[in-house]
């Protein structure tokens, strides 16, 4: 299979430029396209509790596949740039965020840098990102646990509340 590049996307307060959460992650997929990015694949829009468990507002969820020029890091600080205007402001760890872009895998490759890791170091405990992972690119492969989404998902299978949208 294709080595993918994956983003997840993430929201769960108003942004002053996006609206609402479901409103913003659309506007931010339309942004990274203005910006030269190919969106190949985006899985439908979950509905998740924040994790760690936490009063703040449940999240909207998605996952997305990519092609783009640009190289990973170069790719997370496009990422990093149109969350700051969706007016994500970086602080604390897992608080409430208008916009969150994550970079998931680019194609398979492992970086341990200080300001990069792939893949994403979170991404097999969290059904958030692995539910809409599974839905666009089932044959996707762990590149360091060589396992895919779906089996992923089987120790997280009951945990971490997440529920397919209709819209």
């Known amino acids: 299979m294709t ?4 983003i997840g996307l993430g929201a769960n307060l108003d942004s ?4 609402a959460p479901h409103d913003t992650l659309t506007a931010a997929l339309a942004a990274l396209e203005c910006e030269g990015i190919v969106i190949l694949a985006r899985s439908g829009w979950y509905r998740s509790a924040p994790v760690p468990p936490s009063e703040q507002p449940w999240f909207i969820n998605a996952v997305a596949s990519l092609a783009t020029a640009l190289d990973a890091p170069d790719l997370l600080v496009l990422l990093q740039a149109v969350e700051g205007r969706f007016g994500r402001v970086r602080g604390v760890r897992n608080a409430a965020r208008a916009l969150d872009l994550d970079l998931l895998d680019y194609r398979g490759r492992r970086v ?3 300001d990069l890791i792939l893949p994403h170091p979170r991404l097999h405990q969290r059904r958030f990102v692995l539910e809409p992972l599974a839905e666009i690119a089932p044959e996707w492969r762990h590149p360091t646990l060589d396992l895919t989404a779906r089996q992923l998902l089987v120790p997280l299978d009951g945990a ?3 529920e397919r949208l209709s819209c």
């Open 3 to 6: 080595r993918l590049i994956l």
């Open 16 to 19: 002053p430029r996006g609206g």
């Open 112 to 114: 341990e840098a200080p």
């Open 160 to 162: 971490q509340p997440v």
